[in-house]
Structures are given as C-alpha cells and as structure tokens.
C-alpha cells in the first residue's frame, strides 16, 4: 500500500498547488450593441462576431 514517507509540509504542498489558481474571466464590450461579451465569442445579445452578424437573434 502507498504510504507517504514524510509529512508534506503546508509550504511544499502550497509549492506544488500555486499554478492551480483560477484566472480572471476577461469580458470585452461588444463593437456593435455595447453589451459586454467574452473575448472570441459570438455576442450573445446580438448575434454579431467582428462586426459581421453570424446568427440572427430574433425578438418575440
């Protein structure tokens, strides 16, 4: 059976765990409506990606 042979200290064990981090969700604003979007993403309000409409969102 797998048994540590030494206790892991709290400052080895944050060592090995600090790239775990979560980043930043970065939000632009959208070129066309103004609402704000993820980077790369169609807009989800608008339907629009770098200026040019990719899917029509239609209002009921």
Partial sequence: MAVPKSKISRS??????????LSKVVASECSNCGE????????PSCGYYNEREIT???ST
Avoid: F
């Fill in 12 to 21: 080895r064990r944050g060592q090995r765990r600090a790239h775990e981090a």
């Fill in 56 to 58: 029509s969102m239609e």
């Fill in 36 to 43: 704000s979007k993820l980077s790369h993403q169609i807009c």
